[in-house]
Structure formats: structure tokens, C-alpha cells
């Protein structure tokens, strides 16, 4: 399996050499295909889509499903490249306002959270801020199925330096590492697998589980929370504006930080919606009747 995924990389990074506008060509490609040969979750993104924008006509959502795949394979091809790009390329691609909201707390000795979603290049937030902005962060994720792509992607998220938490090791590793004043980053907006689990609530006119890790942590540790609200400013360039959420003293009766998340992660999708992850099923569950 070493070899294997030695030999990929070495793939992976020879794709990557390509300048961007052949990269983009080949997301113009893929997204073509996606979208009209396999129609790759197309039910998925259609529904979710008329769920979310009950408002908007047949000829809005269908141009908001069009573009979703188009930024889909710009994200996938962008990934790649984090395999050969420079720091000061990747600089030049991705900003960060405001950050010194965050990096001031940790110069003084506080760790912080921050949460982003799935909009715009999310794999971009996590390497863009640990090459240009501050080394000191940690990077929460799932495990990917594929022991391959696992160790693929880890190599990528981690290619500046980034300290890669897997959900199930998480808290071991917070108190391991509890003295060291850093950003604890993850994406917030996944469902959790069962019905019963996490927190509902109201998102794009749904009934919305989310994860409550980040929340969890903020109370645990007494760590301020931030949102990364990113904008796509053009092909291949983003802006990701650091928002405070919550901090401290917290009342841990209440999911004011998950509701907080929410609230910008809306405004957020609503400003860019094709930039979202809608061929995830986020809803795929309902709303137990206790809940």
C-alpha cells in the first residue's frame, strides 16, 4: 500500500504541475460529464436545491445546479494542486480578513476554534492559513473510507504544516495538547449519521441536524469560536472574512454557538449558493418526534 499510494502522489503531483488554466479546462471537462453524461447525483442536487430556494423559479435553480458542478470540479482540481503549489502562490489565491482576531488570542495564550463549511474551497481554508497566516493550527477531519485516499489527503491538508486530528481521536488529543494556544479548525456542516443524533434546528427552510463538536469544545475548553465566511471573488481566488461567533463565559444549557454557525452559514450560502456542497443529503433524516 506504501507504494501504491508513493506512486499516486507522484501522479497526483505531476497533474498538478499543470498551470491553472489547463486545470481549469479539465474542471470544465469533468464538470460537463458530472452534470451531463452521468448526471452524478443530479436528483440529490436538484432536490436539495428546490428544498433550500422555494422562492426561486426553474430557470434560478437550474443555473445555480449548473454552476454548483462547474465549482465542484474547481475545488477537486484546485485540491490537487495543493500537491506542487508554492506558499506564496497559494498567498496570492486565498485571503484572510481579520485573522488577527484569532492570531492575537493565541500570542497571548488562548486557543481558539473556528469553524468553516463546506462553500467555495474548503480544503484551501485549513493549508492557505497555516502557509501564510500562522502555523499554529489543527485541522479536525472524517476519515476518508479508502485507506489510500486517507493518507492522499492527509498529505495534501497537511502539505504546510497543518496538525491533522481524526474526529475519533479528538478529545484525547485537545487534552493532550490543551496548553498549546493554537486554532483548532473543522468544517461544522455535515449530518451526523443517525436521526437521533446532534442538534436540530432550521436551515434553508429545513429541519437541519449539525454536529455539535464545536460547541462541545468551546464549553469543554472555554475556547472563543469564529467563522470563516469565504467568497469565491473569482475563478481560483477567494476571500475568507474571520466573524466572531461566541466566547466566554458560556451558558452550556443553551446551543447558542451552533446557532450563531447557522446564521452565517446561511448568509453565506445565500450570497454564493451554487459554491455549496449540495450533492451531499443533508437531509436525509427527519426530525425525531422528541427532538
Known amino acids: 500500500m506504501h507504494n501504491v499510494t508513493k506512486a499516486y502522489m507522484f501522479f497526483i503531483r505531476i497533474v498538478s504541475l499543470l498551470p491553472f488554466f489547463l486545470l481549469y479546462l479539465i474542471a470544465d471537462l469533468l464538470a460537463f460529464i458530472a452534470s451531463d453524461v452521468i448526471r452524478y447525483r443530479s436528483k440529490i442536487v436538484y432536490k436539495n436545491l428546490k428544498k433550500a430556494f422555494p422562492e426561486k423559479?426553474?430557470?434560478?435553480?437550474?443555473?445555480?445546479?449548473?454552476d454548483f458542478y462547474r465549482n465542484f470540479m474547481d475545488t477537486i482540481?484546485?485540491?490537487?494542486?495543493?500537491?506542487?503549489?508554492?506558499?506564496?502562490?497559494?498567498?496570492?489565491?486565498?485571503?484572510?480578513?481579520d485573522a488577527h482576531l484569532m492570531t492575537d488570542l493565541i500570542g497571548q495564550g488562548q486557543s481558539v476554534v473556528l469553524t468553516t463549511s463546506h462553500l467555495g474551497n474548503w480544503e484551501w481554508q485549513l493549508t492557505g492559513f497555516t502557509a501564510n497566516v500562522s502555523p499554529h493550527a489543527d485541522g479536525i477531519y472524517m476519515r476518508?473510507?479508502?485507506?489510500?485516499?486517507?493518507?492522499?489527503?492527509?498529505?495534501?491538508?497537511?502539505?504546510?504544516?497543518?496538525?491533522?486530528?481524526e474526529k475519533h481521536d479528538l478529545m484525547r488529543e485537545?487534552?493532550?495538547k490543551k496548553n498549546i494556544p493554537r486554532v483548532i479548525a473543522l468544517?461544522?456542516?455535515?449530518?451526523?449519521k443517525r436521526a437521533q443524533l446532534g442538534y436540530w434546528t432550521t436551515l434553508l427552510n429545513q429541519?437541519?441536524?449539525?454536529?455539535?463538536?464545536?460547541?462541545?469544545?468551546?464549553?469543554?475548553?472555554?475556547y472563543p469560536v469564529f467563522?470563516?465566511?469565504?467568497?469565491?471573488?473569482?475563478?481560483?481566488?477567494?476571500?475568507?472574512?474571520?466573524?466572531?461567533?461566541a466566547a466566554p463565559p458560556y451558558d452550556q444549557k443553551k446551543h447558542a454557538i451552533i446557532d450563531a454557525f447557522v446564521t452565517h452559514l446561511e448568509a453565506n450560502i445565500q450570497e454564493s449558493p451554487s459554491d455549496w456542497l449540495w450533492s451531499h443529503k443533508r437531509w436525509k433524516h427527519s426530525r425525531p418526534a422528541e427532538a
Open 57 to 66: 423559479s426553474e430557470v434560478e435553480i437550474k443555473k445555480i445546479k449548473r
Open 77 to 97: 482540481v484546485e485540491t490537487l494542486k495543493l500537491a506542487s503549489i508554492s506558499s506564496a502562490e497559494l498567498d496570492k489565491r486565498i485571503k484572510f480578513e
Open 144 to 165: 476518508v473510507r479508502s485507506d489510500f485516499f486517507d493518507q492522499v489527503m492527509r498529505k495534501l491538508r497537511g502539505k504546510f504544516g497543518a496538525y491533522l486530528i
Open 174 to 176: 485537545l487534552i493532550k
Open 187 to 192: 468544517v461544522a456542516d455535515q449530518r451526523p
Open 207 to 222: 429541519d437541519t441536524q449539525m454536529f455539535e463538536g464545536a460547541e462541545k469544545i468551546a464549553y469543554k475548553f472555554d
Open 227 to 245: 467563522y470563516s465566511h469565504i467568497k469565491r471573488v473569482k475563478r481560483g481566488h477567494y476571500v475568507c472574512k474571520i466573524i466572531p461567533l
